[in-house]
């Protein structure tokens, strides 16, 4: 029923800002208790949570990404961002959209719909 597409990732040095994209395909509307959130993993590492948000509103962030990311949404497009800003070389991985119906939880097996992913990478 959903289906997840991102997009935007791309070679960056840094200290740049990148924005990534999650379009989602829908045969209606999207459930006002469906949860987006923007997942990573890295080589030799777990797919660890980014930041989260209901579509109602609301915006959590791990961490190591908060004051830097910022999660968002175009309720028209059925679409959610992700503006990266201050990239720093551990933020280098693959960047995955994921979707759930309830809140933004942090655990990736919480979530059953997820897009293919979008490379980032960061050289400094």
């Known amino acids: 029923q959903v289906q997840l597409a991102e997009s935007g990732g791309g070679l960056v040095r840094t200290g740049d800002s990148l924005t990534l994209s999650c379009a989602s395909v829908?045969?209606?509307?999207?459930?006002?208790?469906?949860?987006m959130a923007w997942f990573r993993q890295a080589p030799g590492k777990e797919r660890e949570f980014v930041a989260g948000?209901?579509?109602?509103?609301?915006?959590r962030y791990s961490d190591v990404v908060k004051g830097r990311f910022t999660i968002s949404k175009d309720s028209s497009k059925n679409t959610v961002y992700l503006q990266m800003n201050s990239l720093q070389a551990d933020d280098t991985a693959v960047y995955y959209c994921?979707?759930?119906?309830?809140?933004?939880?942090?655990?990736?097996?919480?979530?059953?719909?997820w897009g293919q992913g979008t490379q980032v990478t960061v050289s400094s």
């Open positions: 948000m209901r579509w109602t509103g609301g915006a």
């Open positions: 994921a979707a759930r119906t309830g809140a933004p939880t942090t655990s990736a097996s919480d979530y059953n719909k």
């Open positions: 829908t045969s209606g509307r999207i459930f006002s208790s469906t949860a």
